[in-house]
Each structure stands twice: as structure tokens, then as C-alpha cells.
């Protein structure tokens, strides 16, 4: 697929890390800030980030792990497992939350964005981060894939005033269907959550580059995004 996607720079209070930006084929959209998995800005990431530029959005996925190297890329191996969990658990979680921030100053004041409405957009470790850039009220909208550890921070859910989409995997051995549970209890009264469980689907359900990769479920969760994000920006 064609695409005019490039790195850039992003100046934080502890030095620039990079961002990959993709724009849409039309040169302007609303903005999508891209929160990855544990395992960097990779192929997938990139993919999905070119994807949704296609979709007609402007998408611009921050290196979280640039402390501990710039552009860190791993597979889906059990070499790239055992890096990805050190680096989740080496990251500085309120600082990720400021680069995200920055990431955000960044993509609203693209001309490409010109003032458009954005949302956040997470994988797994992105996901956990959606929910919170959207709880600290970052965003217009926020999709939260997978997110594992949101269980744990429902205390926040007082805080989501935008809306926020869901999708968990029913086969998903990282996220209890108890953990599920818990979140669409503490967002009941919460018309402007939605949360979809996709059967058959494992964790990581979206990535085509693992095992886990459920099509359909990937299918049904990329257009209930769509039509999500179409109704939010």
C-alpha cells in the first residue's frame, strides 16, 4: 500500500523521541493518536497506522520505549515476548502519559488535523493508555483494544467524560472474563461506553502477525471502530 508515512520529532521536558505520522490520501482528517502494544512501533503498528490513514485520518503513533532506545522493534517470538515485558515493565507509566500528551499538542496543531476533534487509539499496553489519555480528558473519543489493566484503575471511571469504545477477546487468557465484567459493570450507568466481546477471539486478536490473529473478530472490530470514530469526529 502506498502511503506518505514518515517519522518526526517530539520535543518532551527530558529530550525528542520519535512519532510515526500517516497521513490520509486527502492531505487532511481528524487526528488519531496511536498507543502501542508492548512491542514498539512495529510492522503492525505501522500497518495500523496506514490503515486508518486510509480510512481517511490523520495517525500519528509516539515511541513510548525511546528511553530505553529509540524505535525498539520486536516480533512476536519468545526473544521479543521476554524483551517486550521488561521494557512494559521498565516504563515509567505518568511519563508515558506525558509523552502522550506531547503527542497530542503535536498532531492537533498539524494543518493536516486543522483543528479537527481526535481520539486515542491502543493495543494492549495502548489500550490501558487509551482509557487513561481519555480519563485525563486528552481526547475527543478513545478505542481501547484488549487493554489489559484497566480492571485495575476503575477508580478513573468516574473521570471518562468522553466516549470510549471496548473490544475484548472471549478467549483472551491475559484479560479474565471477570475483568470484563468488572469494567462493564463500572461503566453501567455509562451511555457513552461501549464495550464489545468478540467469540472465539484470543488477546491480540487484531494483529495479523500472531498467532492469535482471529479474522473475523479483527473484521467486526476494525468496522465497529469505523463507525465509532465516523459518529465521535
Given at each position: ?139 475527543d473519543a478513545a478505542i481501547a483494544y484488549y487493554g489489559g489493566g484497566i480492571q485495575n484503575a476503575l477508580q478513573r471511571a468516574p473521570e471518562i467524560k468522553v466516549p470510549v469504545l471496548m473490544h475484548f477477546g472471549a478467549q483472551d487468557d491475559h484479560i479474565p472474563t471477570e475483568a470484563v465484567t ?52
Amino acid at each position: 500500500m502506498e502511503t506518505n508515512s514518515q517519522w518526526i520529532e517530539i520535543d518532551s521536558a527530558d529530550g525528542k523521541f520519535g512519532a510515526y505520522l500517516s497521513p490520509p490520501r486527502g492531505g487532511k482528517g481528524p487526528g488519531i493518536v496511536l498507543l502501542q502494544e508492548i512491542f514498539g512501533v512495529n510492522q503492525h503498528i505501522r500497518n495500523v497506522a496506514d490503515q486508518y490513514a486510509a480510512d481517511g485520518y490523520v495517525v500519528l503513533a509516539p515511541d513510548l520505549f525511546w528511553r530505553d532506545g529509540a524505535r525498539i522493534e520486536l516480533g512476536y517470538d519468545e526473544a521479543g515476548w521476554k524483551r517486550a515485558v521488561e521494557l512494559m515493565n521498565a516504563t515509567d507509566f505518568a511519563k508515558a502519559q506525558q509523552d502522550i500528551a506531547a503527542t497530542l499538542k503535536v498532531l492537533r496543531g498539524l494543518d493536516a488535523v486543522g483543528g479537527a476533534r481526535v481520539a486515542a487509539l491502543g493495543y494492549c499496553f495502548g489500550g490501558r493508555l487509551s482509557y487513561h489519555t481519555a480519563a485525563n480528558g486528552l481526547v475527543d473519543a478513545a478505542i481501547a483494544y484488549y487493554g489489559g489493566g484497566i480492571q485495575n484503575a476503575l477508580q478513573r471511571a468516574p473521570e471518562i467524560k468522553v466516549p470510549v469504545l471496548m473490544h475484548f477477546g472471549a478467549q483472551d487468557d491475559h484479560i479474565p472474563t471477570e475483568a470484563v465484567t468488572s469494567i462493564a459493570e463500572a461503566f453501567d450507568s455509562n451511555e457513552q461506553v461501549e464495550i464489545h466481546v468478540y467469540a472465539g477471539a484470543e488477546h491480540g486478536f487484531n494483529c495479523n502477525h500472531r498467532a492469535s490473529y482471529h479474522q473475523r473478530a479483527a473484521a467486526e472490530a476494525h468496522g465497529n471502530s469505523l463507525v465509532f470514530l465516523s459518529e465521535q469526529l
